[in-house]
Structures are given as structure tokens and as C-alpha cells.
């Protein structure tokens, strides 16, 4: 079965700072990677998608995450981080055979210090 | 475009009703799933919906059921509410059965 597993449940970082968040996944084949960003009460917007092909895949909002088969992770950076970017990020497979269906991480929270 | 709708936003039901929660997907997105988020908690996969039939289904009980209708909007329905049920669903749609989703702001639901 496939699943998902961010290390880190909170991440502070300074406004202007580099950002990392970590993300593993275990899937048999090769995977449908994603990354959702939830703003409080609001539902997931997606911020980028691997499938195939090249193995750094930049999204929207500066982001940009890098697909490591050897380590089984996709992991997500943004170089400089901006106060709106604070945040819950979740991280999820996609099986390729069962359509839509996305197993998640229990995310990330991101706080911003001015 | 409008983005994914889903009514109502919030609801409080009572433990043993019923509850149908309602989706309307993005034009021209023939797939619509549901999810749900426990507080503090990434999203679980309910069902999957393509051109009107059950495409997947995650490992919730038969008190769960959903439906798709010919203008591709959806409906989830609980019965007999636990407290357990509480929790923010999600629905998303997409344009094929293998397209990314793209998610509404969700119901939140309180079982009391």
C-alpha cells in the first residue's frame, strides 16, 4: 500500500528565509507525486505535480520540489519565503492505475516570522 | 470559471441523523472525489466518481455512500453520525479520470 510521510509537523522560518519541507512516500511503481498548500479554512490549492521526465518541477508561487527515486522523496523548496506563504503544505501519491485517488501526508505547518 | 462549490459550508448534526453533503464541479470536469480531513489530519481518500459511475472507494464503512448526476455534480451522504464523523469534506474535480484535482473550501461538520 502507499503512503506518505512528512517528517515535520511545524517549520518556522524568518520572512526572506530559504524554505525545505521534507516529504518520503512508498509506492511499487513509478508515482503521481503532488503538493497541496491549505490556507485556515480554505480547501487544498495544488502547487506543482510530477508524473514523469524531469525530475525538478517548479510550480506556482516561487515553488519548486525535486522527485529523488533512490531516497523515495519529493521534497519542496522556496528560496525566499514571503509572509503569505504561512500555511499548512501536504505532500501526496497518486496511483497511476486507481485515477484520482491521492494518499497525503499529515502535512507541514509553516509560520513566518516577520 | 468558477472553481469547485460545495454547500453547505457548515453543519451541525446530532449523533444517529443523516447528513448529504453536495458538490458542483468545475466545467467540463467529468470526475468528482471526496475527501476527509480530520483536524489535524491530511485528507483521506472516500470515493471516486467518473462519468457517473464509482471509480474507487477508501476504506470507510457502508454508511458512506455517494452519487454523481448527469450534469457531473455529486452528493455524499452519512448516515447514522458518529462523533468520529466530524471533520472537514472536501470534494475536487477533474477534467479526466486522471487529471489533478482541483479542491472546493469544503463542509465543515460537527457531530454533536
Known amino acids: 500500500a502507499q503512503s506518505v510521510t512528512q517528517p515535520d509537523i511545524h517549520i518556522t522560518v524568518s520572512e526572506g528565509a530559504s524554505l525545505e519541507l521534507r516529504c518520503n512516500y512508498s509506492?511499487?511503481?513509478?508515482?503521481?507525486l503532488f503538493w497541496y498548500v491549505q490556507s485556515p479554512g480554505q480547501g487544498l490549492q495544488l502547487l506543482l505535480k510530477?508524473?514523469?521526465?524531469?525530475?525538478l518541477v517548479q510550480g506556482i508561487k516561487g515553488f519548486e520540489a525535486e522527485f529523488k527515486r533512490s531516497q523515495s522523496s519529493f521534497n519542496l523548496r522556496k528560496p525566499s519565503v514571503h509572509w503569505s506563504d504561512a500555511a499548512e503544505y501536504f505532500c501526496?501519491?497518486?496511483?497511476?492505475?486507481?485515477?484520482?485517488?491521492?494518499?497525503f501526508g499529515g502535512g507541514t505547518r509553516v509560520l513566518v516570522k516577520p | 470559471d468558477a472553481g469547485v462549490t460545495q454547500s453547505p459550508t457548515h453543519l451541525i448534526k446530532t449523533r444517529g441523523q443523516q447528513v448529504t453533503l453536495r458538490c458542483s464541479p468545475i466545467s467540463g470536469h467529468k470526475s468528482v472525489s471526496w475527501y476527509q480531513q480530520v483536524l489535524g489530519q491530511g485528507p483521506q481518500f472516500i470515493f471516486q466518481?467518473?462519468?457517473?459511475?464509482?471509480?474507487g472507494r477508501g476504506n470507510f464503512p457502508d454508511r458512506f455512500s455517494a452519487r454523481q448526476f448527469p450534469n457531473y455534480s455529486s452528493e455524499l451522504n452519512v448516515n447514522a453520525l458518529l462523533l468520529g464523523d466530524s471533520a472537514l469534506y472536501l470534494c475536487a474535480s477533474s477534467q479526466e479520470n486522471n487529471s489533478p484535482l482541483h479542491f472546493g473550501n469544503g463542509t465543515r461538520l460537527t457531530v454533536t
Open positions: 466518481y467518473y462519468e457517473k459511475e464509482e471509480r
Open positions: 501526496a501519491v497518486g496511483d497511476q492505475a486507481a485515477g484520482n485517488k491521492l494518499t
Open positions: 510530477y508524473f514523469s521526465g524531469d525530475t
Open positions: 509506492y511499487g511503481a513509478t508515482p503521481y
